[in-house]
Nanobody, 122 residues
Framework: QVQLVESGGGLVQAGGSLRLSCAAS????????MGWFRQAPGKEREFVAR????????YYTDSVKGRFTISRDNAKNTVYLQMNSLKPEDTAVYYC???????????????WGQGTQVTVSS
């Protein structure tokens, strides 16, 4: 049974930083494309970042480029999202996701976590 468990969310002031973690069980993050998504109140869930089997292969949505970094620790079977220079518009529930395909993970992940709340105050 696959489980993705996010942690690290919280309340932070604008300009601050948070690091989200996604601990996986039932799959190896080294064998999957892993992604982060977010859903703000009243809005649809949107793609944020993804990482392929090689950590050199990453992709970000434009609004977070230069501020967020996705990474992976294969030994801990965990994926991270380092978020710097946070803005109030980054406020959302953040979800971890996985798919075997680096392209498809953006649209239809196979597996989802339960989400972690990030709130950025102005």
């Amino acid at each position: 049974q696959v489980q993705l468990v996010e942690s690290g969310g919280g309340l932070v002031q604008a300009g601050g930083s948070l690091r989200l973690s996604c601990a996986a069980s039932g799959l190896k993050v080294s064998s999957y494309a892993m992604g982060w998504f977010r859903q703000a109140p009243g809005k649809e869930r949107e793609f944020v970042a993804r990482i392929g089997w090689s950590e050199a292969i990453t992709y970000y949505t434009d609004s977070v480029k230069g501020r967020f970094t996705i990474s992976r620790d294969n030994a801990k079977n965990t994926v991270y999202l380092q978020m710097n220079s946070l803005k109030p518009e980054d406020t959302a529930v953040y979800y971890c996701a996985a798919h075997r395909n680096f392209i498809v993970v953006v649209t239809t992940p196979e597996y989802w976590g339960q989400g972690t709340q990030v709130t950025v105050s102005s």
